[in-house]
């Protein structure tokens, strides 16, 4: 996530201020709900981040467009977003898909389940990504939306938690570019519902228990916060470790040793 997505999300912190947990999954569809109604409307999208009109003007748009068609919190969230400057109609709708998706995660952390849900969806995404027909099937784009979305809906339903397939589903409409780079940015979002910054971890073979929590302590220590850590079993990796942290690559793999030392010798 940029430096720009992450003040655009920082300027919407009034849905803590707005939201209560018990309410936050119906917000979440609510707000998802705004998502597709602006993007179907430029003209609208556009006024209602229009810097030369003013805020007064943007909020009663706002309020008139939907008042009476979501809730109230929800409006408020919107209400909320349209006091700031953006820097186009999109980023602006791409901010209110994330104030979604962490409505969602926020109303599963209140039942004590987002760690389950995290890790349904890395497993979701490291499934799609490893079958390249199911893939083809999710992300391609001449196929259409609501078919692609049932697919997916249709193979979680019944083996995840409500909210895992409804982001899952969410996430096929590619916020961003695709839906393994969209369900990634989910996943930093319930990292950072927690505070935690997120690690992918590559080994050639699992990690026992007594691993994993050595593994996850030195990680939390490098990172100066807890650490949701992700695990693929990956045999590429010939051996040791490979860590994705943020924006580091520590890399301890054979792999990553043979390499060097066939650059040193050409």
Same mark, same amino acid.
Request: net charge neutral; glycine share 8%.
């Given at each position: 996530?940029?430096?720009?997505?992450?003040?655009?999300?920082?300027?919407?912190?009034?849905?803590?201020?707005?939201?209560?947990?018990?309410?936050?999954?119906?917000?979440?569809?609510? +707000? @998802?709900?705004?998502?597709? !109604?602006?993007? %179907?409307?430029?003209?609208? =999208?556009? #006024?209602?981040? $229009?810097?030369? &009109?003013?805020?007064?003007?943007?909020?009663?748009?706002?309020?008139?467009?939907?008042?009476?068609?979501?809730?109230?919190?929800?409006?408020?969230?919107?209400?909320?977003?349209?006091?700031?400057?953006?820097?186009?109609?999109?980023?602006?709708?791409?901010?209110?898909?994330?104030?979604?998706?962490?409505?969602?995660?926020?109303?599963?952390?209140?039942?004590?389940?987002?760690?389950?849900?995290?890790?349904? +969806? @890395?497993?979701?995404?490291? !499934?799609?990504? %490893?079958?390249?027909?199911? =893939?083809? #099937?999710?992300? $391609?784009?001449? &196929?259409?939306?609501?078919?692609?979305?049932?697919?997916?809906?249709?193979l979680l339903v019944g083996k995840v938690r409500p909210a895992t397939a409804a982001l899952a589903v969410r996430a096929v409409k590619g916020r961003e570019h695709n839906f393994d780079r969209t369900l990634d940015s989910y996943l930093e979002l319930a990292a950072q519902t927690r505070q935690r910054s997120v690690a992918t971890v590559r080994v050639a073979r699992p990690l026992d228990?007594?691993?994993?929590?050595?593994?996850?302590?030195?990680? %939390?220590?490098?990172?100066? =916060?807890?650490?949701?850590?992700?695990?693929?079993?990956?045999?590429?990796?010939?051996?040791?470790?490979?860590?994705?942290?943020?924006?580091?690559?520590?890399?301890?793999?054979?792999?990553?040793?043979?390499?060097?030392?066939?650059?040193?010798?050409?």
């Amino acid at each position: 996530m940029s430096q720009t997505t992450r003040a655009e999300d920082t300027r919407l912190s009034v849905l803590d201020g707005v939201l209560d947990g018990q309410h936050d999954v119906a917000v979440a569809s609510d +707000l @998802f709900a705004v998502v597709d !109604l602006l993007e %179907s409307q430029p003209a609208v =999208r556009r #006024a209602l981040t $229009d810097p030369g &009109r003013a805020v007064r003007f943007r909020q009663q748009l706002a309020t008139n467009l939907l008042h009476g068609r979501v809730s109230e919190a929800a409006l408020a969230v919107v209400r909320a977003a349209t006091e700031h400057r953006w820097a186009s109609g999109s980023t602006f709708v791409a901010a209110l898909e994330r104030q979604g998706v962490r409505a969602e995660l926020r109303g599963s952390a209140g039942g004590g389940e987002l760690d389950e849900i995290e890790d349904e +969806l @890395f497993r979701f995404g490291r !499934l799609v990504a %490893s079958d390249q027909e199911l =893939r083809h #099937a999710v992300s $391609d784009r001449s &196929r259409s939306l609501q078919g692609r979305q049932e697919l997916v809906a249709r193979l979680l339903v019944g083996k995840v938690r409500p909210a895992t397939a409804a982001l899952a589903v969410r996430a096929v409409k590619g916020r961003e570019h695709n839906f393994d780079r969209t369900l990634d940015s989910y996943l930093e979002l319930a990292a950072q519902t927690r505070q935690r910054s997120v690690a992918t971890v590559r080994v050639a073979r699992p990690l026992d228990d007594d691993q994993a929590a050595r593994l996850r302590a030195a990680l %939390s220590r490098q990172a100066g =916060r807890d650490v949701a850590m992700h695990v693929v079993v990956d045999p590429e990796v010939l051996g040791g470790i490979r860590v994705e942290l943020g924006d580091e690559l520590i890399e301890g793999t054979v792999a990553a040793r043979l390499e060097d030392a066939r650059r040193k010798l050409q």
